[in-house]
């Protein structure tokens, strides 16, 4: 009698754990229970995976921002919300120049400033009189979202649209619930009026002061709206879906986890909480975001990816005072190995000027970006290699290597040797983990053979959805990939090696 008992307790033990164990893998929120060891947390942290959404804007990669509005034309960053909007008038605007423009710079998606701080809406909204229809542009007959986001189509980008909180123009700023829904009918209107938007774009900046008007913004209901009326979508920063890297250099940490302890303030955790309800919005600005150590402490872990923002210009809105200032294609080549390169997506800002162009600096200078991108990473000299799995005599071939799972599975550390085609000459190396099932390297390395022993020449920490590592130029027929820590099995989605080419 004891032993069934016993059985049966053993057997009921395990189904929970089972069960326990399909509730809270395989998605991008898990409680930390007081109960969890340290390695049921890391165990736990090494399976949290994004949202088909949060994949889906990942690996879009390189993005861009357009911040145009009343301060074009008042040569300002932050409107006060008393401008005239009859100075508004880009006489020569054409949506389709900056689509191309960008679609030919290689980015997937653009993001238009619909509002800023200043209150002035691109859209003739219903809700205000402080927007395009009481300019002189088309004589108030002109909806700059509406050009923008049918030339991105035209052009193949997916759409974005950044519409800011913080209102200066509004007297019901201030008023809580009475402005809330005020914002919420803007989001309406731009949620349902021009087709699919696949990024919102909350900032946080709200520069009233202390004495200022303080409104409480209902981010629970505004999330509510987005997801109803457009569920593909992603929102940026005041949101549990995409986290602002934290500066506007358009740099990634050298070690960049997109799963990371989530606050939640005052919330009892409950697994059934959707995350909308329980994040709690604020900024994540620390060096050390996600290592072990804050995962021990946390009460639950959320797969929260970074976007890197920067902009081509000093300012982010157009100033002609600017022209001499745009960054170099070198500069903006160092951003996106320092952003793309350390999983994040970068969001690269460039201005619309007064007429309503993007200008031809800002325009030759991603193009040129684009095409050292381009040829640098058209040939993957690793392609053709033999794969050699620790010390293991067996190779097997590049191509098959990456749908053989099975060859990292039960391994937390793990040499792969690369047996090149020939003796070959490179300084940039690709990694990519299949982040669909989760991020896990934690620490790694690289040597070539010189012939007579194996020599370090690069190193790196977190890999996620792309790591990009630049060295000077190593020519072997051998290379080795250390993997010398991770949270569980590492699945590589790629490895490649690449020469820079200018
Ligand atoms: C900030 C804003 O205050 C800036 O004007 C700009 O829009 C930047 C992208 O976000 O918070």
């Given at each position: 009698m004891k032993t069934r008992i016993l059985t049966a307790s053993l057997f009921l033990l395990t189904y929970t754990i089972v069960i326990l164990g399909q509730q809270t893998v395989n998605k991008n929120f898990i409680p930390v229970l007081p109960t969890d060891t340290k390695n049921e947390i890391i165990s736990k942290a090494a399976n949290i995976i994004p949202t088909q959404q949060q994949y889906d804007w990942q690996k879009m990669e390189y993005i861009a921002f357009l911040h145009f509005g009343i301060n074009t034309f008042t040569n300002r960053e932050w409107g006060e919300g008393n401008e005239d909007p009859k100075i508004f008038n880009p006489e020569k605007l054409d949506a389709e120049q900056w689509a191309k423009a960008l679609k030919d710079a290689g980015m997937k998606m653009a993001i238009l400033t619909a509002k800023h701080h200043d209150g002035f809406c691109l859209w003739p909204s219903k809700y205000t009189e402080h927007s395009v229809k009481n300019s002189t542009w088309k004589n108030g007959k002109g909806d700059v979202v509406g050009e923008f986001t049918d030339a991105c189509r035209k052009y193949g980008l997916k759409v974005g649209l950044y519409l800011s909180p913080w209102d200066r123009n509004n007297p019901l700023y201030g008023d809580s619930p009475k402005y809330n829904e005020f914002y919420l009918n803007q989001l309406r209107e731009l949620l349902t009026n021009y087709g699919e938007i696949s990024e919102v774009w909350f900032d946080g900046a709200c520069g009233e002061g202390p004495n200022g008007k303080k409104q409480i913004y209902d981010w629970q209901s505004y999330y509510k709206l987005i997801r109803e009326l457009q569920p593909k979508a992603v929102i940026f920063g005041m949101s549990p879906d995409l986290r602002w890297v934290g500066t506007e250099t358009g740099y990634g940490r050298?070690?960049?986890?997109?799963?990371i302890p989530i606050d939640l303030g005052n919330v009892n955790i409950d697994n059934q909480y959707p995350l909308d309800e329980i994040y709690s919005p604020h900024d994540y600005v620390?060096?050390?975001?996600?290592s072990r150590e804050k995962l021990y402490e946390s009460k639950g872990m959320f797969w929260y990816p970074a976007e890197a923002d920067v902009s081509i210009r000093p300012g982010w809105f157009y100033h002609k005072s600017q022209d001499d200032s745009v960054k170099s294609v070198e500069k903006l080549l160092d951003i996106y190995f320092s952003s793309v390169g350390r999983n994040c997506v970068l969001l690269l800002n460039i201005p619309p000027d007064q007429n309503g162009l993007l200008c031809q600096k800002d325009v030759d200078t991603i193009k040129a970006l684009k095409n050292i991108i381009d040829k640098t990473f058209n040939r993957n000299l690793a392609e053709g290699s033999k794969v050699v799995v620790d010390e293991d005599k067996s190779e097997i071939s590049y191509e098959s290597f990456f749908q053989k799972r099975e060859l990292l599975t039960g391994r937390e550390d793990i040499t792969l040797n690369f047996v090149l085609t020939a003796e070959i000459s490179f300084d940039v190396v690709m990694l990519q983990e299949d982040i669909m099932t989760g991020q896990r390297i934690e620490k790694f390395h690289l040597d070539y053979w010189n012939g007579e022993e194996w020599i370090k020449f690069t190193e790196g920490t977190t890999v996620g959805y792309k790591q990009l590592l630049r060295f000077s130029p190593v020519e072997t027929n051998k290379v080795r990939l250390v993997i010398e820590q991770s949270r569980a099995n590492p699945l590589l989605a790629n490895f490649g090696l690449f020469k820079l080419n200018k």
């Amino acid at each position: 009698m004891k032993t069934r008992i016993l059985t049966a307790s053993l057997f009921l033990l395990t189904y929970t754990i089972v069960i326990l164990g399909q509730q809270t893998v395989n998605k991008n929120f898990i409680p930390v229970l007081p109960t969890d060891t340290k390695n049921e947390i890391i165990s736990k942290a090494a399976n949290i995976i994004p949202t088909q959404q949060q994949y889906d804007w990942q690996k879009m990669e390189y993005i861009a921002f357009l911040h145009f509005g009343i301060n074009t034309f008042t040569n300002r960053e932050w409107g006060e919300g008393n401008e005239d909007p009859k100075i508004f008038n880009p006489e020569k605007l054409d949506a389709e120049q900056w689509a191309k423009a960008l679609k030919d710079a290689g980015m997937k998606m653009a993001i238009l400033t619909a509002k800023h701080h200043d209150g002035f809406c691109l859209w003739p909204s219903k809700y205000t009189e402080h927007s395009v229809k009481n300019s002189t542009w088309k004589n108030g007959k002109g909806d700059v979202v509406g050009e923008f986001t049918d030339a991105c189509r035209k052009y193949g980008l997916k759409v974005g649209l950044y519409l800011s909180p913080w209102d200066r123009n509004n007297p019901l700023y201030g008023d809580s619930p009475k402005y809330n829904e005020f914002y919420l009918n803007q989001l309406r209107e731009l949620l349902t009026n021009y087709g699919e938007i696949s990024e919102v774009w909350f900032d946080g900046a709200c520069g009233e002061g202390p004495n200022g008007k303080k409104q409480i913004y209902d981010w629970q209901s505004y999330y509510k709206l987005i997801r109803e009326l457009q569920p593909k979508a992603v929102i940026f920063g005041m949101s549990p879906d995409l986290r602002w890297v934290g500066t506007e250099t358009g740099y990634g940490r050298e070690t960049e986890w997109s799963v990371i302890p989530i606050d939640l303030g005052n919330v009892n955790i409950d697994n059934q909480y959707p995350l909308d309800e329980i994040y709690s919005p604020h900024d994540y600005v620390d060096n050390d975001l996600g290592s072990r150590e804050k995962l021990y402490e946390s009460k639950g872990m959320f797969w929260y990816p970074a976007e890197a923002d920067v902009s081509i210009r000093p300012g982010w809105f157009y100033h002609k005072s600017q022209d001499d200032s745009v960054k170099s294609v070198e500069k903006l080549l160092d951003i996106y190995f320092s952003s793309v390169g350390r999983n994040c997506v970068l969001l690269l800002n460039i201005p619309p000027d007064q007429n309503g162009l993007l200008c031809q600096k800002d325009v030759d200078t991603i193009k040129a970006l684009k095409n050292i991108i381009d040829k640098t990473f058209n040939r993957n000299l690793a392609e053709g290699s033999k794969v050699v799995v620790d010390e293991d005599k067996s190779e097997i071939s590049y191509e098959s290597f990456f749908q053989k799972r099975e060859l990292l599975t039960g391994r937390e550390d793990i040499t792969l040797n690369f047996v090149l085609t020939a003796e070959i000459s490179f300084d940039v190396v690709m990694l990519q983990e299949d982040i669909m099932t989760g991020q896990r390297i934690e620490k790694f390395h690289l040597d070539y053979w010189n012939g007579e022993e194996w020599i370090k020449f690069t190193e790196g920490t977190t890999v996620g959805y792309k790591q990009l590592l630049r060295f000077s130029p190593v020519e072997t027929n051998k290379v080795r990939l250390v993997i010398e820590q991770s949270r569980a099995n590492p699945l590589l989605a790629n490895f490649g090696l690449f020469k820079l080419n200018k």
